[in-house]
């Protein structure tokens, strides 16, 4: 089943505005990463938090994640019309003795900034 | 410059036939992957190499052959292609993350494959 669920899936914001991103999951996980995903185009890695941190930045990217609660969050501070995108979570799961690692994408959330 | 490469972008092909994706890395990464994005943009793993050995294979059916012939390339058969094969694939790279490494993976642009 899909590892991680996003929140709300579209969002619609005007430029200047702040866009917040939710993303639960389910099992434990050794980090959570985010990514950007223009139309048509591939993924981009924006930021990665580690399940031992609790707050990160990057520019005007903020991510907190809750392990207690098993979510993240993603904060786009002065939206831009270019950071239109859809924007997926992904989680890198603890990993078991032997066990590859890999990662699982959330669901997604369509940003739409509009002048 | 190009991190990520996958060739052909766009691929339409009738059901039955038989094709193929490359993809190619200059980042020096060890690891590269396989993703299915179907029409509601889910991203899901297929395969993934680490240095040329078959280190994630999901439930994919066997029709699906990916074939590493060293780090940098990772390519992706497709034997008698069937309509629910339509999608966009994705390859990406990494470094070895093994057993609880940090990286985040850069992706190639996608291939859009279309069976009619």
């Known amino acids: 089943s899909q590892q991680g669920e996003e929140d709300p899936q579209a969002l619609s914001i005007q430029e200047g505005e702040n866009a917040t991103m939710n993303c639960s999951y389910k099992?434990?996980?050794?980090?959570l990463q985010w990514y950007r995903q223009n139309s048509g185009r591939g993924l981009v890695h924006l930021i990665l938090?580690?399940?031992?941190?609790r707050e990160k930045h990057s520019g005007r990217l903020r991510v907190t994640l809750d392990t207690s609660k098993k979510s993240s969050s993603l904060l786009i501070t002065a939206s831009r019309a270019a950071d239109t995108a859809s924007y997926f979570c992904?989680?890198?799961?603890?990993?078991?003795?032997?066990?590859?690692?890999?990662?699982?994408f959330g669901t997604g959330t369509r940003l739409q900034v509009t002048l | 410059d190009t991190a990520v490469s996958q060739t052909p972008k766009y691929l339409v092909t009738q059901m039955g036939n038989d094709k193929s994706i490359k993809c190619e890395q200059n980042?020096?990464?060890?690891?590269m992957y396989w993703y299915k994005q179907d029409s509601k943009k889910f991203l899901k793993i297929m395969f993934s190499?680490?240095?040329?050995?078959?280190?994630i294979n999901e439930t994919v059916p066997n029709r699906f052959s990916p074939k590493s012939p060293d780090k940098a390339h990772l390519n992706l058969h497709i034997n008698s292609l069937e309509l629910g094969d339509s999608a966009v694939y994705f390859c990406?790279?990494?470094?070895?993350?093994?057993?609880?490494?940090?990286?985040?993976?850069?992706f190639g642009s996608g291939t859009r494959l279309t069976v009619v």
């Open positions: 980042l020096g990464h060890d690891t």
């Open positions: 099992t434990s996980i050794n980090n």
């Open positions: 190499y680490n240095n040329k050995e078959l280190i």
């Open positions: 938090i580690r399940s031992n941190e």
């Open positions: 992904a989680t890198a799961l603890r990993p078991d003795t032997g066990t590859a690692s890999k990662l699982t």
């Open positions: 990406a790279s990494s470094p070895y993350s093994g057993t609880g490494g940090n990286y985040g993976y850069t």
